[in-house]
């Protein structure tokens, strides 16, 4: 019903250009392609880092590096890959599609917005800077107590630790904002009739991750907070001669730590089922239900987190409590595993790149999920914990959950934001070296944790020496095939085949009802759902 | 959450531009690694907070007047409105959360580390004579800190927890009466009765005053006469991070009132439309639910 003009601006059409465009944008795509470019970086950043411990262990003994560097390298690679380039990801698609695909006009907060993305780089500083100071015989280096940082050992760490519980709380506060934004948004800019059960899937993602964000972010804060008093201003939370207990570091860290885990998955939860759809030709197999687990999965994400620490030492009554709730986890989980598949069952399909990392992804995904489920077993775990069987887990849901799936998205979409055709066979061969050599890397990693080989050392014994070798040479590998995809990202900015509107055949959604690029405001006229 | 399907009859707002975000994290990032380097012991870090401190300060005083500038040559109708109401409930929802964090660490140590410590086999464990009680102030022993450092921690031997029946409940009373000069200072701005709300909030303001200063009181007799400091383990760590991070809330929210205060002196806000006074009031109330669960778990039981 509504014609309005639905954008509106102070005094108009002053927008500086250059750098201060960036710096002072408000607009949300502008921030999108921010926040992306910034997780593009801190992804090569990261990988990095991984590839340094991957060298180191590519034989047995210590070849390249101190144990203490390695320690910094691996924490860091994981902090920098799940706030810095995972989570990121997830918020620049949220910045640039959310108010696309609901007829906004644009985010309902947009100065906050720009906050939000500018406080990531000042945190992404503080957690590297250890590094260099360093190098000036300024502390001994970043935080060398693996991504967790456990109490008593980061307690006594130096200080990295400080710079990484100050970047966490930067990190915390850009979380809250982009979490404000979203909701709100999407609460509240909805184009006309569209109601909450007719919204694309991927707002429902975002709609609980940011839910979830809001729950357990600031438990996290409040954790390196005791962190930080019990460092440097004589609080005893963390320890037993005060009454503390090093235990609670763990509870309160996977209270936020496992729904974590949910927040990186459900935004890609949300767009990938449009994806299936688009290149299926058909419409997305039971909304409902996948509403419906979505929340369950949300709901449960709260109440597991001490599948993290089974071994610590914990009564039977919460080992068995723990357990089965984490178990119950898949039941939602399948349903949405069953809807995808029934999304592209008796599809036409095609297989454009988005769609090979797509269907890749169910695939590696559902291995991650399955090795879950092993682990949560309360008897199993107490072999595989703290192995290399984690790692590989984690990898599986992480990088081919989390980072594949964000890569369909950019293959999805990339036209929609460039207005370019990207280059199809180097997508396509992109999309071939990243599956074989990340299941090269990983696989092994799997027999490796089975054989007793502990995470997080620089050196091992002898029997593990060609799985690892295998395991390094496949991660060098997948990190130089990641080239190919910075390479084809840079030349569809810069220029390519035109993109239609519509840019996908199958295509469905408000998104690809605007021109490819979208004008600089979206939705000057809200669209009127029916 | 209803209106979707409304009209929008009018654009929405999008601001233009601005550069108060970028500043305002860069002050964040030299205040934070000035602080960092300050409790590192280069002393260098004070000059970095000040700084920080500073930049933080105006961009905060800049941002906040261009919106109040905007709020008031009407730049804001209902759409916006709704957008910061939903906006400010979620901010306050995660505000909850990070108390929910402090209190359950006491829960932890109360229900669970300490009776834990003393519940030992008496030949395996170094706490033999460690009476498992609330308040306490843990065992003592051997504590390894930053850096590596060996410090050997010993409960304070008079030590005494804080009673709820003196100061604290006075400031439930300050705190809860101001809840109540609140309500009525919104109910005079409702009723268009400028008066009532200038004299609601100024009690308002001076309740919230009066419970920082009982609050100091408060501290400053714990730490001197009481044996009662955050390096009194579990208990004196759980109070002061507890009743600390609520202090400081207040503070802010005290802050707060005062603009708009001083807001309302000037003669803004309308009977219809007021965000700004109603933002600060819901996060007063807020401080106050805290408050409750403080005095109710922490002085009380
Ligand atoms: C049915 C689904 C899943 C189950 C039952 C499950 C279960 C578990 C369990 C029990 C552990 C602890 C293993 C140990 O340390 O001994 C674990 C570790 C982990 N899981 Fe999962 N998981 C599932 C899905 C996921 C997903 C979807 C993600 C990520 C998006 C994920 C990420 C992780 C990470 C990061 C760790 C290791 C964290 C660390 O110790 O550093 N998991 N998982
Ligand atoms: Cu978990």
Known sequence: MSNATAVHHDAHDAHPTGIMRWLTTTNHKDIGTMYLTFSLIMFLVGGSMILGVRAELFKPGLQLMRPEFFNQLIGVHALVMIFAALMPAATGFANWMLPLQIGAPDMALPRLNNWGFWLLPPAAILLTLPFTLALFGIGDGAVATGWTMYAPLSVQGGIGVDFAIFSVHLLGISSVLGSINVIVTILNMRAPGMTLMKMPMFAWGWLITAFLLIATIPVLAGAVTMLLTDRHFGTHFFDAAGGGDPILFQHLFWFFGHPEVYILLLPVWGFMPQILQTFSRKPMYGYKAQVYSLWAIGALSVVVWAHHFFTVGMPVPALLYFMYSTMSISLPLAVLFYCWIATIWKGSLSFETPMLFAVGWIILFGIGGLTGLVLADVAADAQYHHSYFVVAHFHYTLFAGGIMGIMAGVYYWLPKMTGHMYNEKLGKIHFWLTAISFNMTFIPQFFLGLAGMPRRIPDYALQFAEFNMISSIAAFALGLSQLLFVYNIIMCVRGGKKATDKVWEGAQGLEWTLPSPPPYHSFTEQPTIK | ?301
């Open chain 2, 1 to 301: 959450m209803s209106s979707q399907t409304h009209n929008h009859s009018h654009h929405y707002y999008v601001p233009n531009p601005v550069a108060y975000p970028v500043i305002l994290s860069l002050g964040l990032l030299t205040l934070a690694s000035g602080f960092i380097f300050k409790i590192n012991n280069y002393p260098a870090g004070r000059w970095m907070m000040i700084a920080g401190a500073l930049i933080i300060l105006s961009m905060v005083f800049s941002w906040m007047g261009k919106v109040i500038s905007e709020s008031e040559t009407g730049m804001f109708k209902s759409w916006e409105d709704k957008s910061f109401r939903v906006g400010m409930i979620v901010f306050i929802s995660s505000e909850v959360a990070f108390f929910a964090a402090f209190f359950g660490a006491l829960f932890f140590m109360r229900v669970i580390s300490v009776p834990e410590l003393a519940h030992f086999d008496p030949n395996y464990t170094m706490y033999k004579d460690f009476v498992a009680s609330w308040p306490s102030i843990g065992p003592g022993g051997n504590v390894i800190r930053f850096g590596g450092a060996l410090e050997t921690y010993k409960p304070a031997a008079n030590f005494t927890p804080m009673a709820a029946w003196g100061l604290p409940a006075v400031n439930t009373l300050l705190l809860l009466s101001s809840g109540v000069t609140v309500t009525w200072a919104h109910w005079g701005l409702i009723k268009n009765n400028r008066n009532q709300l200038i004299i609601g909030l100024f009690l308002t303001v001076a309740l919230g005053i009066s419970f920082l200063i009982c609050q100091a009181t408060e501290y400053h007799h714990a730490y001197t006469e009481m044996g009662l400091t955050l390096g009194a383990g579990a208990y004196g760590s759980s109070f002061f991070m507890l009743t600390g991070f609520h202090g400081f809330h207040v503070l802010l929210g005290t802050i707060m009132l005062i603009v708009i205060l001083i807001r309302s002196i000037k003669g803004h806000f309308t009977a219809d439309r007021h965000f700004g006074f109603e933002g600060v009031a819901w996060y007063w109330h807020f401080v106050d639910v805290v408050w409750l669960g403080l005095f109710v778990f922490v002085y009380w039981l």
